[in-house]
Structure formats: C-alpha cells, structure tokens
C-alpha cells in the first residue's frame, strides 16, 4: 500500500508520518495485517508535480492539510477548501479509488458555539465537498470531527495544552483565564493509532445530530474513541508537579492509558536541553553514599546504595515497612534475623547474577561489602517514602 499524506509537517502529519514509516520499515511490530510500501509527504515545499504524482500512485489518502490561524479569516476557506478542491481534482484526474481520510474539527458542527465561525464554515464546506467526491467517484471517505489536540504543536499558536506545557518547562509566564473550564483532549498517539485503525478497515463510525450521515460504503463521519475531559486548573496543576519533580523526587501517579501519563510524555518534549540532566543528593559518608532517585505516591520510592570494601550498612528492622535489594555491582552478603524468633538467613549476593532479595517486616538486616576493593552498589526499593516524622525504622544488629 501506498499511503499519501498532506500537511504532512504539521502536528498530526508528522506523527502520523513517523508511524506509518515504522510499519513500512518493520520497525512497528503490532500491526501484522498492514503492509506500507511507501509514504509519499505532501506539504507546503512540495510542488504541483508532486501531487500529481502522489494522486496517481497512491491507494490510501490521509489529508490533513488546513489553516487554523491565518492573518485573513478568508484564508480559512481558501487553505480548508480550496486545497481540498484541488487534491480531489487531481484524484479524479487520475481516475482513483482511493479511500480518503479527512481531518476536520467539532467547530464544523452546525449546532455547536462555533458553527457560525469561518474556521467552522471553511470545515464543514470541506466535509461536504468530500462526501459530494464519495457519491460521485465511489471513493471511500472517512471524515474525523476531532476535538482538541494535545501533542508537540508551537506554543502560542493553537493549542492551550502546548502552551502551557511549553511555559512550564522553560520557566515562561502564561494565563489561566477559568480554571474550570474543561476540554475534550485527544492525544497524539491515541490520534495515530486511529489512522492505523482506519487502514485496517476498523474504523468507528459515528452519527451527528442533524446531519444526514452518508452510507458508509462511500462516506461516513468516524471517531476516536479515547479521549480525556480535563480542566485547565487540573493541567496547571500538573505541570506544577511535573516541574518540582526533580527537587521533590515524587512522580506523579500516572496509570496506564490515563490523561495524567500522556500529559508529561509531552510536558517532557518542552524541556529545554540543559533540564535534560538535574543533580541528586548523594548522602555521603565514610561507609559509602545513599542516594534517592524517584518518589512514587503509591508505590514507594527507589534509592542507590553505595556501600565501601569491607563496610556493613543496615542493622535495622521495620514493623511494616519492607525493601527489596538489587545488588547490580560487586559481592556482598545479606544478613537477616526475624527479632521475634532467632532464625537467620544469609544471602550472598553478587552484580555478575543479579536477584532480588526481599527485606521482610519484623526482620532486621545487614548488607556488607565482601571485596577488599571494589564499592557495592545496590538498587533499594522500598514500599513508602521515607517520613523522618514516622520513620518505621529500629537498631538492632543482625
């Protein structure tokens, strides 16, 4: 399959256009059924040839091209019409039957609070060009109403999420009008897959009220179906946890497919190269150093344990707290002693085979260096953070 991609420089083209290249070059494994021989790109540099040549060769049709701010408001209908006038042309001059994706807006919906816009004027003329094209060439036409897009876009341009993102990230003031108001958000990747669903033939279809749908053999308004309703107050807040987080340490809760994940994947894509690297207290002494990576809120924190030639560190227990301990450099020996009945276990540990070896409540425990030269080095993890007010955590040797 040949897929042609207009606009394919913007936001959606070029996500869309590094995925599609994945599958093509089979570096995307999860899309067995789907076969891409090549990506043709079309976008402002490309010339008329080039579309010419695309329209002829090409059996699948992704256009995202549009305008969204322009100077003129009459730039609207000329960049979300005209453009769309001149690449159907092109296909029936090549007699194609390709499918056609278009990427329109919810501001194309006559019963919307931007019905009367030009920018909602110039999509909804574009919807119906396109299902006027599906009628008369037999083409399948796919329409996408999407809502509001989150994913790397120029600030201040388009995108409230982008801005604030951006703002946040390199130290910039912004504006928050109304907290409360909420956005329909979809995410760039969630956006992507959609694509690679509709080439799959498994699209979602979708009605709209008032609007006389085409038959779906020809054209049909589709959806993606995971989207996220959030505040602009719960963004800002955040994006304020995001940034504290390298002096916090503490990661915000972020389960799979949540809005919370996605928003610092792309919070992450404004940091400036020099945020890229940020320094860790080490806790130094003469026995080694001890250091906290990350904080989670609900699973605890992960430390680095340095320990010297020689050295035992621990000589503690916990009454509920518990750890694991990696060692991932050197050859140590782990010591545990349940305080209530006597019973030791012994654990030699080494970074040439590296375990896990479980710190258990009401178990008190030692790890020492066995080399006379070389620095153990253990990953710790542990089950909460540490809370000097209530620190669970009691002397007595091994």
């Known amino acids: 399959m040949k897929v042609l991609v207009t606009g394919a420089k913007g936001m959606v083209g070029t996500a869309l256009c590094n ?3 994945n599958v093509r070059d089979g570096k995307d494994r999860t899309r067995h059924d789907l076969r891409i021989e090549e990506v043709f790109e079309y976008d402002l540099g490309s010339t008329p040839e080039d579309l010419k040549r695309y329209c002829r060769e090409c059996d699948f049709v992704f256009n995202l091209a549009g305008v969204n701010r322009p100077e003129d408001p009459a730039e609207f209908m000329e960049g979300n019409f005209g453009f769309a006038s001149e690449l159907l042309g092109e296909l029936k001059a090549a007699d194609s039957k390709a499918p056609i994706m278009l990427s329109s807006s919810i501001q194309a919906t006559l019963s919307g609070r931007f019905g009367d816009s030009d920018y909602g004027k110039s999509k909804k003329a574009g919807e119906e060009l396109f299902f006027d094209y599906a009628k008369e060439a037999g083409a399948k036409v796919a329409v ?10 120029r600030p201040n341009y388009n995108s409230a999420v982008s801005t604030f993102c951006w703002a946040t990230a390199n130290d910039q003031p912004y504006t928050v009008n109304d907290p409360s108001v909420e956005l329909e958000l979809l995410y760039i990747d969630d956006l992507v897959q959609g694509m690679l669903d509709l080439l799959e033939g498994k699209e979602q279809h979708c009605e709209y009220e008032g609007i006389k749908v085409v038959p779906a053999e020809t054209g049909c308004f589709c959806y993606v179906p995971t989207t996220h309703k ?5 963004i800002v807040e955040l994006l304020r946890e995001f940034k504290a987080s390298p002096e916090t340490l503490m990661m915000p809760s972020m389960p799979e497919g949540s809005f919370e994940k996605k928003l610092y994947s792309l919070y992450l894509t404004y940091l400036p190269t020099d945020k890229f ?15 906290e990576l990350v904080h989670t809120q609900d699973c605890g924190q992960v430390s680095i344990n340095i320990t010297k030639p020689g050295i035992t560190k621990g ?13 991932v450099k050197g050859h140590g020996l782990i010591r545990e002693r ?8 012994e654990f030699e540990v080494s970074g040439d085979q590296i375990e896990a070896v479980r710190m258990i409540p009401s178990w008190t425990h ?12 253990t990953v710790m993890t542990c089950n909460e953070v540490f809370d000097p007010s209530h620190p669970d955590t009691y002397y007595e040797a091994v």
Do not use: C
Request: aromatic share 10%.
């Open 19 to 21: 995925a599609l290249r």
């Open 144 to 153: 996408y109403r999407f809502p509001n897009l989150m994913g790397h876009s």
């Open 230 to 234: 959030v505040t602009l107050g719960r």
């Open 277 to 291: 690297k940020y320094p860790l207290r080490m806790n130094v002494d003469s026995r080694g150093s001890f250091t």
């Open 315 to 327: 000589q503690h227990w916990h009454s509920s707290k518990w750890e694991l301990f990696i060692v």
């Open 338 to 345: 349940n305080i209530n009945t006597g019973e030791i276990v």
């Open 366 to 377: 030692s790890i020492t260096n066995l080399s006379d030269t070389e620095d153990l080095v």
